[in-house]
T-cell receptor, first 115, second 117 residues
Framework: DSGVTQTPKHLITATGQRVTLRCSPR?????VYWYQQSLDQGLQFLIQ???????AKGNILERFSAQQFPDLHSELNLSSLELGDSALYFC??????????????FGPGTRLLVL | AQTVTQSQPEMSVQEAETVTLSCTYD???????LFWYKQPPSRQMILVIR??????QNATENRFSVNFQKAAKSFSLKISDSQLGDAAMYFC??????????????FGQGTRLTINP
């Protein structure tokens, strides 16, 4: 158990809908990262937050957005869902996100299926 | 942009034997970290081992060790005395410091390792 929690574990929805994925980082970690794992794109970095502020963006679609709240939990919002958004979404956390030697600890992931 | 390549989509090994998984990467940076993550059927991403580019000594963690060749930009993972629980997808990952201290992991496509009893 990495200490990173994600809810829900599974999510099934229809095209055009909107969903919210939630992540709670390890106790003491200030940085949260979101990754998408799909069959065709592999594991891709989406976005990083540090202490409530966006720090880095990767290959995140405009239909997707995220935020980190004062209690440091993070939410990833996916809207206007398409079949291709079906994937496993991981949240990871690290202490600060600013030091190379930091390890990112991954949550168990949320499996999203868009029908 | 940095890229990570794992050229072996699948590997198999007999239980108790040794297997090596390959990884190459492309970067122009001098300081960075390399990681191997394991993803078992549960889909959890588990850190196996990490290596700092500045350290010449290869990292080891029990039965897991790496062969880091900085000039060749190669970072292979050796698993000794393979066990059934080692069966998983293995991902090689690269991390550098992005602007303003942001850090992302860049992953390879993964190698699926099967352990034959």
């Amino acid at each position: 158990d990495s200490g990173v929690t994600q809810t829900p574990k599974h999510l099934i929805t229809a095209t055009g809908q909107r969903v919210t994925l939630r992540c709670s980082p390890r106790s003491g970690d200030l940085s949260v990262y979101w990754y998408q794992q799909s069959l065709d794109q592999g594991l891709q970095f989406l976005i990083q937050y540090y202490n409530g502020e966006e720090r880095a963006k990767g290959n995140i679609l405009e239909r997707f957005s995220a935020q980190q709240f004062p209690d440091l939990h993070s939410e990833l919002n996916l809207s206007s869902l398409e079949l291709g958004d079906s994937a496993l979404y991981f949240c990871a956390s690290s202490v600060a996100g600013s030091e190379l030697q930091e390890t990112q600890y991954f949550g168990p992931g949320t499996r999203l299926l868009v029908l | 942009a940095q890229t990570v390549t794992q050229s072996q989509p699948e590997m198999s090994v007999q239980e108790a034997e040794t297997v090596t998984l390959s990884c190459t990467y492309d970067t122009s940076e001098s300081d960075y970290y390399l990681f191997w993550y394991k993803q078992p059927p549960s889909r959890q991403m588990i850190l196996v081992i990490r290596q700092e580019a500045y350290k010449q000594q290869n990292a080891t963690e029990n039965r897991f060790s790496v062969n880091f060749q900085k000039a060749a930009k190669s970072f292979s993972l050796k698993i000794s005395d393979s066990q059934l629980g080692d069966a998983a997808m293995y991902f090689c990952a690269y991390r550098s410091e992005e602007n303003q201290g942001a850090q992302k992991l860049v992953f390879g496509q993964g190698t699926r390792l099967t352990i034959n009893p």
